[in-house]
């Protein structure tokens, strides 16, 4: 700011520089050195001519750097240079904003200014820019009340990836666990974490015990059975009968009104939900019968190893198994019998084998049944 008196009327040289030639206190911003010359005039046309010198001194030259992509209230340092003190602003976003080389704590994208001071008080100043990646979002589902070795599935909703806390990287993930547990999850994007999200698995230990006795378990059609319930610790009860017909009672009476081996199941569930299941045969018969299947296995793995004709009602009982070539090769009276595909302590070879079986029931006539049964191992 530049000042004269005396006159009544100014004009300033050179005016290039000046806010104002023909004010008595222009501004001047001169790039260097520069002496500026006024005229003065009073009221009387009189003139008078002073001069004044003006000293430029050097800017300093002002530097920041340090900007980058951050996550949401985190910290980054940022740095400066070119002056002997500092002070940054938003002054407020840095724990201390005096410093060369502060840490400042972001929300959002923003461009932060330091003014560079130099020891001929001088200044000048530079802008770093820090871009702030919002915070994700993540919402965790399911948990709850699970029955004792049962798997449940979790759900997270997220824009970007996530983690569960045990690892598993799906938003669906399946869960197993015999003790109630917390199940943490967190999203992240662009390496930004969210803040987690948790829900609970409440495990039910207290299982039902299922069991049951059918009386009686076998005879003529119509067969009638009792179905005795003795589960443990069950408020409600699904019964299958293995003939189409279904019961919720506790302890239901059904008519079994065709000949066969029905496998009665019964689920029982506690006040949670939580089933447990138990299974019964059921075998109804015309008078007497037997069943004979087509083919046995007797490779030694278990699973229909054997030969042998389930029955019914059956009073006498002779079986005869022939080979290919008419040759006896078993026998038995016993109609439980088992034959394991063997003669002589041989095994026998994959084929057809001719069985001929004379059987009489308690009601009926002696009965011969015939036919051929497959061998394969």
């Given at each position: 700011?530049l000042?004269?008196?005396?006159?009544?009327?100014?004009s300033?040289?050179?005016?290039?520089s000046?806010?104002?030639?023909?004010?008595?206190?222009?501004?001047?911003?001169?790039?260097?050195?520069?002496?500026?010359i006024?005229?003065?005039?009073?009221?009387?046309?009189?003139?008078?001519?002073?001069?004044?010198?003006?000293?430029?001194?050097?800017?300093?030259?002002?530097?920041a750097?340090?900007?980058?992509?951050?996550?949401?209230?985190?910290?980054?340092?940022?740095?400066?240079?070119?002056?002997?003190?500092?002070?940054?602003?938003?002054?407020?976003?840095?724990?201390?904003?005096?410093?060369?080389?502060?840490?400042?704590?972001?929300?959002?994208t923003?461009?932060?200014?330091?003014?560079?001071?130099?020891?001929?008080?001088?200044?000048?100043?530079?802008?770093?820019?820090?871009?702030?990646?919002p915070?994700p979002t993540?919402?965790?589902?399911?948990?709850?009340l699970?029955?004792?070795?049962?798997e449940?599935?979790?759900?997270?909703?997220?824009d970007g990836?996530?983690?569960?806390?045990?690892?598993?990287?799906?938003?669906?993930?399946?869960?197993?666990?015999?003790?109630?547990t917390?199940?943490?999850?967190v999203?992240?994007?662009?390496?930004?974490?969210?803040?987690?999200?948790?829900?609970?698995?409440?495990?039910?230990?207290?299982?039902?015990?299922?069991?049951f006795?059918?009386?009686?378990?076998?005879?003529?059609?119509?067969?009638?059975?009792?179905f005795?319930?003795?589960?443990?610790?069950?408020?409600?009860?699904?019964?299958?009968?293995?003939?189409?017909?279904v019961?919720?009672?506790?302890?239901?009476v059904?008519?079994?009104?065709d000949?066969?081996?029905?496998n009665?199941?019964?689920?029982?569930?506690?006040?949670?939900?939580?089933?447990?299941?138990?299974?019964?045969?059921?075998?109804?018969?015309?008078?007497?019968?037997?069943?004979?299947?087509?083919?046995?296995?007797?490779n030694?793995?278990g699973?229909?190893?054997?030969?042998?004709?389930?029955?019914?009602?059956?009073?006498?009982?002779?079986?005869?198994?022939?080979?290919?070539?008419?040759m006896l090769i078993?026998?038995?009276?016993?109609p439980?019998?088992?034959?394991?595909?063997?003669?002589?302590?041989?095994?026998?070879q994959?084929?057809?084998?001719?069985?001929?079986?004379?059987?009489?029931?308690?009601?009926?006539?002696?009965v011969?049944?015939?036919?051929?049964?497959?061998l394969?191992?």
């Amino acid at each position: 700011l530049l000042g004269v008196t005396g006159a009544s009327t100014y004009s300033w040289m050179p005016s290039t520089s000046l806010s104002n030639a023909t004010a008595a206190n222009p501004y001047a911003f001169p790039a260097t050195n520069t002496t500026y010359i006024v005229l003065g005039t009073d009221i009387w046309g009189c003139k008078d001519t002073d001069s004044i010198f003006v000293e430029v001194l050097p800017a300093p030259i002002a530097q920041a750097w340090g900007g980058a992509t951050i996550c949401a209230d985190s910290s980054i340092q940022l740095f400066a240079s070119g002056g002997s003190s500092y002070l940054w602003s938003p002054a407020n976003l840095f724990q201390d904003p005096t410093l060369q080389n502060p840490i400042a704590t972001l929300s959002s994208t923003s461009d932060l200014v330091v003014t560079v001071f130099a020891a001929n008080g001088c200044d000048n100043q530079d802008t770093v820019s820090v871009t702030v990646t919002p915070t994700p979002t993540v919402e965790a589902y399911g948990g709850g009340l699970v029955c004792l070795g049962r798997e449940t599935t979790l759900l997270a909703i997220a824009d970007g990836s996530i983690v569960w806390s045990t690892g598993d990287t799906m938003r669906h993930t399946h869960v197993y666990t015999d003790t109630s547990t917390y199940y943490t999850v967190v999203s992240f994007e662009n390496d930004c974490p969210s803040k987690p999200d948790t829900v609970f698995v409440t495990i039910d230990d207290q299982l039902p015990i299922a069991a049951f006795h059918a009386t009686p378990d076998s005879g003529w059609i119509p067969l009638t059975t009792t179905f005795y319930n003795q589960s443990q610790g069950a408020s409600t009860y699904e019964w299958t009968f293995g003939d189409g017909h279904v019961s919720n009672e506790f302890e239901p009476v059904h008519t079994f009104a065709d000949t066969g081996r029905f496998n009665v199941q019964l689920i029982a569930y506690n006040a949670n939900g939580c089933p447990d299941t138990a299974y019964q045969k059921v075998i109804v018969g015309a008078d007497f019968t037997i069943w004979v299947p087509n083919a046995f296995t007797p490779n030694g793995d278990g699973d229909n190893d054997y030969f042998n004709t389930p029955w019914i009602g059956v009073k006498e009982f002779h079986i005869m198994i022939y080979d290919r070539w008419g040759m006896l090769i078993y026998e038995s009276y016993n109609p439980d019998f088992q034959w394991y595909g063997v003669f002589k302590g041989t095994g026998c070879q994959e084929g057809v084998y001719t069985y001929v079986i004379d059987a009489r029931g308690y009601l009926s006539e002696k009965v011969r049944k015939a036919g051929t049964v497959t061998l394969m191992r």
